[in-house]
Protein backbone atom coordinates (compact mmCIF):
# COMPACT_ATOMS: atom_id res chain seq x y z
CA UNK A 1 0.00 0.00 0.00
CA UNK A 2 1.20 3.53 -1.10
CA UNK A 3 1.27 5.49 1.77
CA UNK A 4 0.77 9.53 1.45
CA UNK A 5 2.06 11.73 4.28
CA UNK A 6 0.68 15.30 4.24
CA UNK A 7 2.91 18.26 6.02
CA UNK A 8 2.83 20.25 7.39
CA UNK A 9 -0.61 18.78 9.82
CA UNK A 10 -1.53 22.42 10.71
CA UNK A 11 -0.81 25.55 8.63
CA UNK A 12 -1.47 28.82 10.07
CA UNK A 13 -1.43 31.96 7.37
CA UNK A 14 -2.65 35.14 7.31
CA UNK A 15 -5.47 36.54 5.01
CA UNK A 16 -3.88 37.75 1.55
CA UNK A 17 -0.71 35.51 2.00
CA UNK A 18 0.64 32.70 0.10
CA UNK A 19 0.18 28.95 1.67
CA UNK A 20 2.19 25.97 0.25
CA UNK A 21 0.88 22.39 1.55
CA UNK A 22 2.62 19.62 0.87
CA UNK A 23 2.03 15.72 0.18
CA UNK A 24 4.98 12.52 -0.11
CA UNK A 25 4.48 9.36 -1.89
CA UNK A 26 5.82 6.52 -0.13
CA UNK A 27 6.95 5.30 -3.90
CA UNK A 28 6.18 6.98 -7.44
CA UNK A 29 2.70 7.84 -8.10
CA UNK A 30 3.76 9.29 -11.16
CA UNK A 31 1.23 12.46 -11.88
CA UNK A 32 -1.84 10.20 -10.38
CA UNK A 33 -2.92 12.84 -7.46
CA UNK A 34 -5.39 14.44 -6.52
CA UNK A 35 -5.85 17.09 -3.69
CA UNK A 36 -9.23 18.09 -2.20
CA UNK A 37 -10.62 20.48 0.33
CA UNK A 38 -13.34 19.72 2.93
CA UNK A 39 -14.68 22.20 5.09
CA UNK A 40 -16.80 20.87 8.35
CA UNK A 41 -19.70 19.30 7.82
CA UNK A 42 -19.44 18.82 3.91
CA UNK A 43 -18.44 16.90 1.67
CA UNK A 44 -14.84 17.20 0.36
CA UNK A 45 -14.48 19.09 -3.33
CA UNK A 46 -12.10 18.10 -6.01
CA UNK A 47 -9.47 21.02 -6.29
CA UNK A 48 -6.62 19.50 -8.52
CA UNK A 49 -6.08 15.99 -10.61
CA UNK A 50 -3.40 15.01 -12.57
CA UNK A 51 -1.52 16.63 -10.05
CA UNK A 52 -1.87 19.82 -11.62
CA UNK A 53 -4.78 20.60 -13.83
CA UNK A 54 -7.41 22.10 -11.70
CA UNK A 55 -11.17 21.30 -11.62
CA UNK A 56 -13.60 23.22 -13.26
CA UNK A 57 -14.99 25.93 -11.61
CA UNK A 58 -11.77 26.13 -8.87
CA UNK A 59 -10.34 29.53 -8.73
CA UNK A 60 -6.91 30.32 -10.39
CA UNK A 61 -5.07 30.93 -6.83
CA UNK A 62 -5.16 27.04 -6.39
CA UNK A 63 -2.55 25.04 -8.28
CA UNK A 64 -0.72 22.12 -7.94
CA UNK A 65 3.07 20.76 -9.02
CA UNK A 66 5.14 17.93 -8.79
CA UNK A 67 5.47 14.59 -9.70
CA UNK A 68 6.57 10.87 -8.81
CA UNK A 69 6.85 11.09 -4.67
CA UNK A 70 6.88 14.93 -3.91
CA UNK A 71 3.71 17.08 -4.38
CA UNK A 72 2.91 20.52 -3.44
CA UNK A 73 -0.69 22.34 -3.29
CA UNK A 74 -0.23 26.35 -3.43
CA UNK A 75 -2.84 28.85 -2.90
CA UNK A 76 -1.50 31.89 -4.14
CA UNK A 77 -3.38 34.57 -1.79
CA UNK A 78 -5.17 33.26 0.62
CA UNK A 79 -9.53 34.20 0.94
CA UNK A 80 -11.75 33.43 3.81
CA UNK A 81 -13.21 30.78 2.31
CA UNK A 82 -10.04 28.76 1.57
CA UNK A 83 -9.88 28.22 5.56
CA UNK A 84 -10.66 24.30 5.51
CA UNK A 85 -8.84 21.42 5.43
CA UNK A 86 -6.96 19.66 2.43
CA UNK A 87 -6.09 16.32 1.61
CA UNK A 88 -3.77 14.47 -1.35
CA UNK A 89 -4.85 10.89 -3.04
CA UNK A 90 -3.07 8.72 -5.27
CA UNK A 91 -5.26 7.27 -8.08
CA UNK A 92 -1.79 5.05 -9.28
CA UNK A 93 -1.95 1.70 -7.47
CA UNK A 94 -4.77 -0.13 -5.45
CA UNK A 95 -5.71 0.80 -3.38
CA UNK A 96 -6.22 4.28 -3.31
CA UNK A 97 -4.94 6.42 -0.32
CA UNK A 98 -4.82 9.67 0.94
CA UNK A 99 -3.12 11.66 3.21
CA UNK A 100 -3.98 12.40 6.55
CA UNK A 101 -4.89 16.22 6.09
CA UNK A 102 -3.64 19.93 6.22
CA UNK A 103 -5.80 21.92 8.57
CA UNK A 104 -5.25 25.74 7.06
CA UNK A 105 -6.41 28.19 9.80
CA UNK A 106 -6.33 31.64 9.98
CA UNK A 107 -3.35 33.02 11.96
CA UNK B 1 -26.47 19.20 -12.25
CA UNK B 2 -24.84 16.31 -11.25
CA UNK B 3 -25.98 14.90 -8.16
CA UNK B 4 -25.49 12.42 -5.68
CA UNK B 5 -27.32 11.77 -2.60
CA UNK B 6 -26.66 8.44 -0.15
CA UNK B 7 -29.58 7.21 2.18
CA UNK B 8 -29.65 4.24 4.35
CA UNK B 9 -27.33 5.00 7.29
CA UNK B 10 -28.49 4.64 10.64
CA UNK B 11 -27.23 3.08 14.01
CA UNK B 12 -26.48 -0.90 14.28
CA UNK B 13 -25.68 -3.05 16.41
CA UNK B 14 -22.06 -4.81 16.15
CA UNK B 15 -22.42 -7.74 13.99
CA UNK B 16 -25.64 -6.48 12.58
CA UNK B 17 -26.33 -4.94 8.68
CA UNK B 18 -26.82 -2.71 7.03
CA UNK B 19 -27.38 -1.66 2.92
CA UNK B 20 -26.62 2.30 2.17
CA UNK B 21 -27.74 3.35 -1.44
CA UNK B 22 -26.48 6.73 -3.26
CA UNK B 23 -29.00 8.11 -6.28
CA UNK B 24 -27.30 9.64 -9.05
CA UNK B 25 -28.87 12.38 -11.62
CA UNK B 26 -27.71 14.67 -14.05
CA UNK B 27 -25.33 12.63 -16.26
CA UNK B 28 -24.63 9.33 -17.71
CA UNK B 29 -24.83 7.20 -14.96
CA UNK B 30 -23.71 4.14 -16.52
CA UNK B 31 -20.82 5.68 -18.05
CA UNK B 32 -18.74 5.65 -15.10
CA UNK B 33 -17.40 3.93 -12.04
CA UNK B 34 -18.53 4.57 -8.44
CA UNK B 35 -16.83 4.85 -5.45
CA UNK B 36 -17.34 4.37 -1.70
CA UNK B 37 -14.80 6.27 0.67
CA UNK B 38 -16.15 6.99 4.50
CA UNK B 39 -14.58 9.15 6.95
CA UNK B 40 -14.75 8.18 10.96
CA UNK B 41 -15.69 10.95 13.39
CA UNK B 42 -12.76 13.47 13.17
CA UNK B 43 -10.62 11.37 11.29
CA UNK B 44 -9.29 11.91 7.46
CA UNK B 45 -10.85 10.01 4.15
CA UNK B 46 -10.63 6.21 4.15
CA UNK B 47 -11.55 5.10 0.31
CA UNK B 48 -13.15 1.81 0.86
CA UNK B 49 -14.36 0.08 -2.76
CA UNK B 50 -15.09 0.95 -6.37
CA UNK B 51 -16.81 -0.54 -9.03
CA UNK B 52 -16.21 0.02 -13.28
CA UNK B 53 -19.17 1.48 -15.06
CA UNK B 54 -20.46 -2.27 -16.38
CA UNK B 55 -19.83 -4.07 -12.62
CA UNK B 56 -16.66 -6.00 -14.51
CA UNK B 57 -14.32 -4.47 -11.94
CA UNK B 58 -14.84 -4.23 -8.78
CA UNK B 59 -11.89 -3.43 -5.55
CA UNK B 60 -12.12 -3.55 -2.04
CA UNK B 61 -10.24 -2.05 0.67
CA UNK B 62 -8.61 -4.82 3.25
CA UNK B 63 -10.30 -2.82 6.27
CA UNK B 64 -13.73 -4.32 4.45
CA UNK B 65 -12.57 -6.82 2.12
CA UNK B 66 -15.25 -10.35 2.54
CA UNK B 67 -17.94 -8.22 4.69
CA UNK B 68 -19.00 -5.70 2.29
CA UNK B 69 -19.73 -5.74 -1.17
CA UNK B 70 -20.39 -2.84 -3.33
CA UNK B 71 -22.95 -3.00 -6.68
CA UNK B 72 -24.81 -0.73 -8.86
CA UNK B 73 -28.22 -0.71 -10.86
CA UNK B 74 -27.83 1.05 -14.21
CA UNK B 75 -31.43 0.60 -14.36
CA UNK B 76 -32.15 2.60 -11.42
CA UNK B 77 -28.98 4.60 -11.86
CA UNK B 78 -28.12 3.50 -8.02
CA UNK B 79 -25.01 2.27 -6.45
CA UNK B 80 -25.24 0.42 -3.29
CA UNK B 81 -22.88 -0.72 -0.41
CA UNK B 82 -23.96 -3.87 1.41
CA UNK B 83 -22.37 -3.86 5.09
CA UNK B 84 -22.64 -7.04 7.23
CA UNK B 85 -20.51 -8.16 10.28
CA UNK B 86 -20.07 -4.43 11.33
CA UNK B 87 -17.57 -3.29 13.77
CA UNK B 88 -17.48 -0.14 15.87
CA UNK B 89 -14.41 0.78 13.62
CA UNK B 90 -16.75 1.41 10.55
CA UNK B 91 -18.40 3.90 12.17
CA UNK B 92 -17.86 6.58 9.99
CA UNK B 93 -19.28 9.27 7.38
CA UNK B 94 -19.99 6.61 3.91
CA UNK B 95 -19.66 9.05 0.99
CA UNK B 96 -20.90 8.18 -2.91
CA UNK B 97 -18.37 9.80 -5.63
CA UNK B 98 -18.21 9.52 -8.94
CA UNK B 99 -14.64 8.88 -10.75
CA UNK B 100 -14.02 12.23 -12.22
CA UNK B 101 -13.33 10.96 -16.34
CA UNK B 102 -14.88 8.15 -18.15
CA UNK B 103 -11.82 7.70 -19.36
CA UNK B 104 -10.64 5.42 -17.08
CA UNK B 105 -12.56 1.81 -16.28
CA UNK B 106 -12.15 2.16 -12.49
CA UNK B 107 -10.01 4.42 -10.80
CA UNK B 108 -9.46 7.79 -10.79
CA UNK B 109 -10.01 11.24 -8.56
CA UNK B 110 -13.30 11.71 -7.05
CA UNK B 111 -15.95 14.30 -8.81
CA UNK B 112 -18.00 15.12 -7.54
CA UNK B 113 -19.11 13.64 -3.53
CA UNK B 114 -22.56 13.01 -2.51
CA UNK B 115 -23.27 14.90 1.27
CA UNK B 116 -22.54 11.51 3.49
CA UNK B 117 -24.84 9.37 5.31
CA UNK B 118 -23.38 8.37 8.80
CA UNK B 119 -23.33 4.99 10.07
CA UNK B 120 -23.15 4.48 13.77
CA UNK B 121 -22.27 0.52 14.94
CA UNK B 122 -22.56 0.84 18.93
CA UNK B 123 -24.21 -1.50 20.79
Known amino acids: EIVMTQSPATLSVSPGERATLSCRASQSVSSNLAWYQQKPGQAPRLLIY???TRATGIPARFSGSGSGTEFTLTISSLQSEDFAVYYC?????????FGQGTKLEIK | EVQLVESGGGLVKPGGSLRLSCAAS????????MNWVRQAPGKGLEWVSS????????YYADSVKGRFTISRDNAKNSLYLQMNSLRAEDTAVYYC????????????????WGQGTLVTVSS
Open chain 2, 97 to 112: ARVGTMIVVVGGWFDP
Open chain 1, 50 to 52: GAS
Open chain 1, 89 to 97: QQYNNWPQT
Open chain 2, 51 to 58: ISSSSSYI
Open chain 2, 26 to 33: GFTFSSYS
